[in-house]
């Protein structure tokens, strides 16, 4: 039993010793976490412009904590400037539908919900100051009772997801679905 518990400390403190700590920033220093990538052989080119639109339908079960596809915006551009693309580059934009509508309504009308104001809404504010375009798909909000009074004011009623994502792709962004 010791030798099998000696084994178990000893691969816990090399395997903490060789993890990489993921950091913030540089773009947003109190989000956004990310891992450092030496070597890699694929980044984008200097110049390159990245235009990305993220399609988020998931709910987080725990309406304490924030989107995690929604941090990903944040992430996304501290990934990208820390390698070299330049901040005004990188053109993003979201949409949710789905279980994920929620997650975009301002602090009054989340609390009237759930008891306590919306974990989204300081990430979607430094979001919107990068101009990043965010929209609701008003389909998935009139069935789930959501009205334009009831959003984040940064975040846009659309027709539908199915009409920003096609318009957005039509103009060049890349979808990205988790």
């Not at 990310?34 to 309406?63: C, M, Q, T, W, Y």
């Not at 104001?117 to 100051?129: F, G, H, M, R």
Request: proline share 3%.
């Amino acid at each position: 039993m010791k030798t099998i518990l000696s084994i178990w400390i000893a691969l816990f403190f090399v395997s903490n010793t060789f993890c990489q700590k993921a950091t913030e920033g540089p773009v947003f220093s109190d989000m956004g976490p990310v891992f450092d990538v030496n070597n890699a052989d694929f980044i984008p080119e200097k110049g390159e412009i990245l235009k990305a639109i993220f399609d988020i339908d998931r709910k987080v079960s725990d309406h304490t904590k924030a989107n995690p596809l929604i941090t990903s915006l944040h992430r996304y551009y501290n990934m990208h400037v820390r390698h070299g693309v330049e901040e005004e580059d990188i053109h993003l934009a979201f949409v949710v539908h789905g279980s994920s509508t929620d997650h975009v309504m301002n602090d009054e009308s989340y609390h009237k919900k759930y008891g306590l104001d919306n974990p989204n809404t300081s990430y979607i504010k430094a979001l919107s100051e990068k101009g990043v375009k965010m929209y609701i798909c008003g389909q998935s909000a009139s069935y789930k009772g959501i009205k334009k009074d009831d959003l984040n004011h940064e975040v846009k009623m659309a027709l539908s997801a199915m009409t920003v994502l096609t318009t957005f792709q039509m103009d060049g962004y890349g979808i990205i679905k988790f």
